[in-house]
């Protein structure tokens, strides 16, 4: 069936069972699409749009398609983040009310393979020691090429910058992950650089900040900070003088590093404080 799954150990899969590659727009699943791009022809790219993802995710994923020569399908779950947040009595998602990712990720994914068999080809790395946010259905097997092949953070670069593909845009400009703008995971850094690079999608994210209909409480994408408190000029520079303190302080205990173990080391001790990895791959 494929060099991750043989006939012989998923028999009733045979040779029916479909490739999938779900994109998050972000770097790691990226890279995996280039790496098996030869290695599995019939691989289906999919990529379930939010319709809140940034502009530098569109852009990255047309670029990808030039480079693999093939469309990526857009799947939806046939509503939008408005309307199920309307139904949800306008309680905004959070890390402990994350009804967004399998709304909006999980269920679109399952309704795109539906009952087929399916490999599902996922961009965890040889760096990374979590299984992440997966189906469980039956008729899907997750594999996960670059744990199999050793490709850690510098082997994903390499891959990026050997292609031509290069890093997502939005790394350009200091944020570290895909998905949606509003995202709850993001650091306070990456909302002072959401405000300066995009100030509309800053202005769009407040404006979710109301009372709910439910108990009329306000929640807050930023923890419990309102993104207008956030947005002062005294208190954005606080934030950015702290987090060039804390990254001093980690680049410090990263000593006797190369960069990109620096870089990927970094990366995973903030997903596993704070990440989605269907939404940030
Ligand atoms: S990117 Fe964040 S807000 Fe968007 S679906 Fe994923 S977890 Fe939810």
Avoid at 23 to 50: C, Q
Avoid at 87 to 105: A, D, F, I, Q, V
Avoid at 215 to 235: M, S
Wanted: with cysteine.
């Amino acid at each position: 069936m494929t060099e991750f799954v043989s006939t012989s150990d998923w028999p009733e899969a045979g040779l029916r069972a479909r490739h999938i590659l779900s994109l998050s727009g972000g770097k790691d699943s990226a890279a995996l699409a280039v790496h098996m791009r030869d290695r599995v022809p019939n691989m289906e790219y999919i990529f379930h749009d939010t319709a809140k993802e940034l502009p530098d995710t569109y852009e990255y994923l047309e670029r990808l398609e030039g480079y693999l020569g093939r469309k990526i399908t857009r799947t939806t779950f046939g509503t939008t983040f408005d309307s199920i947040l309307r139904m949800k009595g306008g309680m905004l998602p959070s890390n402990h009310r994350r009804w967004c990712t399998e709304m909006m990720k999980l269920k679109p994914f399952e309704n795109y393979i539906g009952d087929d068999f399916c490999v599902n080809y996922v961009g965890i790395r040889a760096d990374e020691d979590r299984v992440g946010y997966i189906s469980h259905k039956p008729n899907i097997r997750a594999v996960f090429p670059f744990r199999e092949d050793g490709i850690d953070y510098a082997g994903v670069q390499r891959i990026l910058e050997e292609s031509g593909l290069g890093m997502p845009p939005y790394t350009e400009w200091g944020r570290t992950r895909s998905g949606c703008f509003f995202c709850f995971y993001q650091q306070k850094i990456e909302w002072v650089r959401l405000k300066q690079r995009y100030p509309d999608l800053y202005e769009q994210a407040k404006a979710y900040e109301k009372p709910n209909s439910v108990n009329g409480n306000i929640f807050y994408w930023a923890d419990d900070e309102p993104l207008t408190e956030l947005e002062r000029p005294e208190r954005m520079a606080q934030i950015e003088d702290n987090w060039a303190k804390t990254q001093a302080r980690m680049l410090k205990r990263q000593k006797n590093k190369t960069l990109a173990e620096t870089l990927g080391g970094l990366e995973v001790i903030q997903q596993n404080q704070q990440g989605c990895l269907l939404c940030h791959r």
